[in-house]
């Protein structure tokens, strides 16, 4: 694939992630978290970047686990 369009996809998820990391209310963050690590995903995926791949697999199922646990609240 086109390494501008690979870049691209790997910056924005970075740009995701760290716009999660200035949310308010742990359910927002969260939900953010897990959309930029399945970005993440692809961006390993089109690199063939196992380490990548594997790690953000996690931390998305985490977040999932997490937000079926919690409820939004008013900040959220």
Request: glycine share 6%; aromatic share 10%; with cysteine.
């Amino acid at each position: 694939m086109n390494t501008l369009i690979t870049d691209i996809i790997g910056y924005t998820a970075l740009i995701i992630n760290l716009y999660s990391m200035s949310v308010k209310g742990e359910y927002r963050l969260r939900l953010i978290s897990a959309s930029a690590n399945a970005m993440y995903i692809v961006y390993g995926i089109l690199l063939h970047a196992y380490p990548i791949i594997i790690g953000c697999s996690i931390a998305v199922l985490l977040h999932v686990y997490r937000l079926k646990n919690l409820k939004p609240s008013k900040n959220d």
